[in-house]
């Protein structure tokens, strides 16, 4: 039984786009609580609360349909791909809780066992606890978690403090939205969709271990706004901005070629409209097919001094995180160079 034949699929567990939730928030008048470090009033990947001087509390939820119909599979992703904006602030997780909407009816019980047992193999990993969850009946399967992480609110990285002259790094290739497009259509090949699969399931776990070692200026992960709509994000900050190498970002397996065949994603043109205006330089339509591609579960972009880079780009290899350069910080606060 295909888990993707219940969904509406539009690409990737695509968002409703750049800031439409915070644009929905904006108007709320929240306590100004002194313990609040970062909520929905910036782009963070997470939020912040302090719990004492040396601890804070990370809070962060995300879930989607199914991008792929093996069950198991499906829940370790939605797992990793919650677990990873924890990881993006250097938090280290400590507990979930599933949301789960599943049309038990026309699929069962089993299904549903299979991508919970998916997720709880992600989560134990991790060192995360499952505490329960909250279902619904819905036609439509969706899986997702709600994680609290805790971190030294010192030491906690942010997603819009670049300084000039760093090193941005890249811990896993792009284009799992292009290729589960491909999968819809029955034109993925094996290797691509191998080579997706095995990007979204992987915990961003390890990196985020290696780049502790190293001072991370700022991070974020790459998820559903797509490569150039995270680097946008942390480009906002008022000291500089960045640049992108497109000659340097890793690609999954033949998406440039299903990009050509028009199998864009729905929330690439989403994150296209919300995000463009942020980006200057060679900006073709096969360069923002690529850049702005709804990415589940994708890795954790960072900014390094450029001293410390190929020291640390060498230390992910060597934990066996794939780990790229692919541009640097610099230049106008607010804007991502392509070139």
């Given at each position: 039984m295909k888990l993707t034949a219940y969904t509406r699929f539009s690409g990737c567990g695509a968002k409703l786009g750049p800031g439409v939730l915070e644009q929905a928030l904006c108007g709320l008048a929240q306590p100004a609580y002194p313990e609040l470090l970062a909520d929905f009033s910036g782009s963070e990947d997470a939020g912040l609360f302090r719990l004492g001087p040396h601890q804070a509390l990370v809070q962060t939820v995300d879930f989607f349909p199914p991008i792929v119909d093996d069950p198991y599979l499906f829940?370790?992703?939605?797992?990793?791909?919650?677990?990873?904006?924890?990881?993006?602030?250097?938090?280290?997780?400590?507990?979930?809780?599933?949301?789960?909407?599943?049309?038990?009816?026309?699929?069962?019980?089993?299904?549903?066992?299979?991508?919970?047992?998916?997720?709880?193999?992600?989560?134990?990993?991790?060192?995360?606890?499952?505490?329960?969850?909250?279902?619904?009946?819905?036609?439509?399967?969706?899986?997702?978690?709600?994680?609290?992480?805790?971190?030294?609110?010192?030491?906690?990285?942010?997603?819009?403090?670049?300084?000039?002259?760093?090193?941005?790094?890249?811990?896993?290739?792009?284009?799992?939205?292009?290729?589960?497009?491909?999968?819809?259509?029955?034109?993925?090949?094996?290797?691509?969709?191998?080579?997706?699969?095995?990007?979204?399931?992987?915990?961003?776990?390890?990196?985020?271990?290696?780049?502790?070692?190293?001072?991370?200026?700022?991070?974020?992960?790459?998820?559903?706004?797509?490569?150039?709509?995270?680097?946008?994000?942390?480009?906002?900050?008022?000291?500089?901005?960045?640049?992108?190498?497109?000659?340097?970002?890793?690609?999954?397996?033949?998406?440039?070629?299903?990009?050509?065949?028009?199998?864009?994603?729905?929330?690439?043109?989403?994150?296209?409209?919300?995000?463009?205006k942020f980006l200057r330089g060679d900006l073709s339509p096969a360069n923002l097919d690529l850049l702005f591609d709804p990415q589940t579960s994708g890795g954790l972009l960072a900014a390094l001094p450029a001293a410390e880079a190929d020291a640390a780009l060498a230390a992910l290899h060597a934990a066996g995180v794939p780990a790229w350069i692919i541009g640097e910080t610099g230049g106008a606060p607010g804007f991502v160079q392509v070139v």
């Open positions: 829940g370790r992703i939605a797992a990793a791909n919650a677990l990873s904006d924890l990881y993006a602030m250097g938090a280290r997780p400590i507990t979930a809780l599933a949301l789960v909407c599943h049309p038990l009816k026309a699929l069962g019980m089993e299904p549903l066992k299979a991508m919970l047992e998916g997720g709880l193999a992600a989560l134990t990993e991790a060192g995360c606890a499952l505490l329960g969850g909250h279902s619904i009946e819905d036609p439509e399967p969706k899986l997702g978690y709600a994680v609290t992480g805790l971190v030294d609110p010192d030491r906690a990285w942010r997603n819009n403090t670049l300084e000039p002259g760093g090193k941005l790094l890249l811990t896993k290739p792009i284009g799992t939205g292009l290729v589960n497009m491909a999968l819809r259509a029955e034109c993925a090949s094996p290797a691509a969709q191998a080579a997706a699969e095995t990007a979204m399931a992987t915990l961003n776990k390890a990196a985020a271990q290696v780049l502790a070692g190293f001072r991370v200026q700022a991070c974020t992960d790459v998820t559903g706004f797509g490569l150039a709509g995270h680097a946008a994000e942390m480009a906002l900050g008022d000291r500089c901005g960045l640049s992108l190498c497109m000659a340097q970002v890793p690609l999954l397996p033949e998406v440039q070629d299903y990009a050509a065949m028009g199998l864009i994603p729905e929330g690439t043109y989403r994150n296209r409209e919300g995000r463009l």
